[in-house]
């Protein structure tokens, strides 16, 4: 046998841990999904009877241990393994959209907009990374698992693991279709000034028909890693960064920018609170899962630092705080005299041209990781395109169609949601694994000797597991205080928000 790196440590638990005495007759001890490392070990960590998880536990500050333990099942389509850099592609580009184009017109002072900014990019990354540690803690590859894991694990609970997995399937698949519905109608309503008879019905209704049809190919795509949904990611990057250049030109130049199609948002999309939403995303999991599935086969050498998502997660904030910086600073000054017909004249047809194709753009990104629709076998296979995706487009467009009264309370809808799945479900997860959620077990077994020999526990050992129980405690104690400032103290105002909102409608 070929010799390698000798054999870890117990890795220490993610969840709360408690140290007993077990005879060793008893057979449930036997953990089929632990890789054993050594048969004196003292320490045996048993699942409960009714956990069917298949992964084995590791420390949640050691990544390198993480990069060989952790195995997550990545053949969902919309989870195709992914390399680092469209990793980071896919967590940036949701901060670049509709909320950082919204910034330049919301008219927020300085000494409200600067402190927005950091705050909520420093609470979109404590967001991320909760669900990064919870979806470690729980060894679930998505969203909907990490769920089904914490409120209904376990046999004989069948019927509510169903109703929980079409509740968060629906939810993410509406969070989605309503984010692709406003990006669809502000694409038209962007370009329409620019047009005669910008008002015409008619006009509005041809101009979402053909957007919708440019761009539905695009989404008849297998999953993330596909050519076209890359090149098509890529592109609303750079269309954005061009935007942005235009806006710094326009305000370098004095050049004064319109609302055009921003007037058709919901009454809550002012300040701070359109900061938050800029800083929303809706994939963590999903992409955590497709990076670790493209790592390369397990070997003794350390793994590169570029492959963890933490420091993936950490970049796309810093650099979406740095593309975003600039635009708060505009929004304090919006009144600017305006010097020059001919430079204006020249800007802002093209200001409105990249807001639309960066919006028409992410949709395709959208509907490929929406779930897919309750369709009947039998329709799906005789279909000979991908019926659920076309279906939703179907619905997008209808749903862009509507009329302003009705658009109005949809865009509220979908700034609450993303809210709300963004910054508070993290949190409420994390509150309900690590206060309510029965912890597992390390067991000590009568039997069990020593290194040396003797009967009995490993001291040694024992020491070892109590210290890092310690170090995770006090690690729980800095993330728990982050997470109950941030229902607290988030929590009231977002009450507030919802009680304006709703008396605005």
């Not at 005879?23 to 048993?46: F, H, K, N, Q, Y």
């Not at 698949?173 to 309503?189: F, H, M, N, P, Q």
């Not at 989404?219 to 609303?236: E, G, H, N, P």
């Not at 635009?327 to 639309?356: D, G, K, M, R, Y």
Request: hydrophobic share 45%; glycine share 4%; charged share 15%.
């Amino acid at each position: 046998m070929a010799r390698g790196k000798p054999p870890s440590p117990l890795p220490s638990p993610l969840r709360r841990t408690s140290t007993s005495s077990l005879s060793s007759s008893s057979s449930r001890v036997s953990s089929p999904g632990l890789t054993p490392l050594d048969s004196s070990a003292a320490l045996i960590l048993v699942h409960d009877e009714d956990n069917e998880t298949p992964f084995h536990l590791g420390s949640d500050d050691d990544d390198e241990d993480d990069d060989r333990i952790l195995h997550f099942d990545v053949r969902r389509p919309s989870t195709p393994p992914l390399s680092p850099s469209l990793v980071l592609l896919y967590l940036l580009v949701p901060y670049l959209k509709l909320g950082a184009m919204f910034l330049p017109h919301t008219d927020t002072p300085l000494n409200y907009g600067l402190p927005s900014l950091f705050v909520f990019a420093i609470l979109a990354a404590f967001a991320r990374q909760l669900l990064y540690m919870l979806s470690r803690y729980t060894r679930s590859a998505e969203l909907e698992d990490v769920i089904l894991d914490l409120f209904a694990r376990g046999r004989g609970k069948e019927r509510r693991r169903s109703l929980l997995r079409n509740i968060v399937r629906a939810a993410i698949g509406g969070l989605r279709v309503l984010l692709a519905t406003v990006y669809l109608r502000e694409s038209v309503y962007l370009l329409l000034p620019l047009l005669l008879n910008s008002t015409s019905s008619t006009l509005r209704l041809g101009l979402t028909v053909i957007f919708a049809l440019a761009v539905t190919p695009l989404s008849f795509t297998q999953s993330l890693d596909a050519k076209r949904i890359v090149y098509t990611t890529w592109l609303t990057l750079a269309t954005y960064i061009i935007w942005l250049s235009c806006i710094i030109y326009a305000y370098v130049h004095h050049i004064p920018l319109g609302n055009a199609g921003w007037l058709r948002t919901g009454t809550f999309w002012q300040g701070p609170i359109t900061i938050a939403f800029s800083f929303t995303s809706s994939s963590t999991l999903s992409l955590y899962t497709s990076l670790r599935g493209s790592h390369q086969p397990i070997t003794t050498a350390k793994p590169s630092k570029l492959r963890s998502f933490e420091l993936l997660s950490v970049l796309s904030v810093v650099l979406a705080l740095l593309l975003t910086f600039p635009l708060v600073i505009f929004s304090a000054n919006p009144s600017i005299t305006e010097t020059s017909s001919e430079l204006q004249s020249s800007v802002l047809p093209i200001i409105p041209v990249l807001n639309a194709i960066t919006l028409l753009l992410s949709i395709p990104s959208l509907i490929v990781t929406a779930p897919s629709l309750p369709i009947l076998e039998r329709l799906r296979r005789s279909a000979s395109f991908p019926i659920s995706r076309f279906l939703l487009w179907m619905l997008v467009a209808a749903l862009a169609l509507v009329p302003s009264s009705i658009s109005v309370i949809l865009s509220d809808i979908l700034l609450l949601s993303a809210l709300t799945s963004t910054y508070f479900l993290p949190a409420v997860l994390h509150v309900v694994a690590h206060f309510f959620e029965r912890p597992l077990t390390i067991l000590t077994p009568q039997n069990a000797q020593s290194r040396e020999g003797r009967s009995g526990p490993d001291e040694l050992l024992l020491r070892k597991e109590r210290a890092l129980q310690k170090k995770q405690f006090r690690k729980r104690i800095v993330w728990d205080l982050g997470v109950w400032l941030l229902l607290l103290g988030g929590g009231a105002g977002f009450i507030a928000a919802i009680g304006r909102v709703a008396g605005r409608w």
